[in-house]
């Protein structure tokens, strides 16, 4: 499990997805220096940024209030039950989706596409990147 879901001693992708929901720069960059210095690809990071920001961002171009069902939908697909772990995330995201904006979400998606170009191409370091790129969303 830790292999697959790259877990282990100390702290994991979802624990940054958590600080970027918080939008929470002040804890989101050691636990992105941990990340990187245990050798999780900038790439993969980068990929969970990216459904966090669209998940945040087709929660507040709702402009109504959305149960946690329907966040449920948005964020892990359709299905006919969500047990109560997946509710309670979802209720993390509505609370979430109040700390951005609908324009701020639309530009980081914009600088989302423009961070995985430069990362593919190897304009720059994949590092330095998504490091930048996290800043620019939570500062």
Known sequence: VEKVA???KGVGVFDLMGTIREKDLARALPI????LERGEPPLRIHSLIV??????L????????????????????????YPGFYTDL???YLQA???FSLSELITDYEDLVEAEASIKTGREEP???IQRTVVNLLG
């Open 6 to 8: 790259g877990e282990g």
């Open 32 to 35: 992105l220096s941990q990340l």
């Open 51 to 56: 459904h966090e920001v669209r998940s945040l």
């Open 58 to 81: 087709r929660i507040k171009e709702k402009k109504r209030g959305l149960s946690p069902q329907e966040v449920c939908s948005i964020i892990f697909g359709p299905r006919n039950y």
């Open 90 to 92: 979802a209720n993390h």
């Open 97 to 99: 989706a109040k700390k």
């Open 127 to 129: 590092d330095v990147v």
